[in-house]
């Protein structure tokens, strides 16, 4: 079914119509300023094996209005980096096969770049053994982690409107 408008005086057009007759009547060279939908978005960068799970902090995050770009390895999450992708945050499990949490820390850091970017690992993983192992780590949350502690902590480091639609 066609959305309408309502406006009153307006007889009721479909809203692709609208659009398209608004376009037209605009002044030769006129340039519409861009929205915030269409800008650039830093999108936070989940990093999990698990799909399910990917799944569930997608749901939460982009409930939240916050972008989400999701990879199942460290070397999925680098190649993405590399191809142009820059996460306003990290959401890291500690845990994975192919390249661990570790061996992406590593990688991190021979990218300064990318240092900057907040790195939450989020795991089952013991937290001594990350602090020994992973200098680049900005927070821990344990395993499970109730999606409000998640939106708080992310919150706290991602700045408004810079990972948002």
Do not use: C
């Not at 479909?14 to 376009?23: D, F, G, K, N, Y």
């Not at 993405?80 to 192919?98: A, C, K, R, T």
């Not at 850091?109 to 001594?128: E, K, N």
């Amino acid at each position: 079914m066609a959305r309408t408008s309502n406006a009153p005086g307006h007889r009721k057009r479909p809203l692709r119509e609208q659009v398209t007759a608004r376009a037209a009547s605009r002044p030769a060279g006129f340039e519409p300023t861009r929205s915030r939908r269409s800008e650039k978005s830093r999108p936070i960068l989940v990093v999990d094996d698990d799909s399910s799970q990917q799944e569930a902090l997608r749901e939460i995050f982009e409930a939240a209005g916050y972008s989400v770009a999701s990879a199942s390895s460290g070397r999925e999450a680098i190649a993405l980096m590399e191809s142009g992708v820059e996460p306003s945050l990290i959401l890291l499990d500690w845990i994975m096969p192919d390249m661990d949490g570790e061996q992406f820390s590593r990688e991190v850091l021979d990218h300064p770049s990318w240092l900057r970017v907040p790195i939450v690992v989020v795991s089952g993983a013991p937290r001594t053994e990350l602090v020994r192992k992973a200098s680049v780590i900005s927070h821990f949350v344990p395993k499970p982690a109730p999606a409000s502690t998640l939106l708080q902590i992310v919150a706290s480091y991602v700045p408004p409107g810079s990972s948002r639609y």
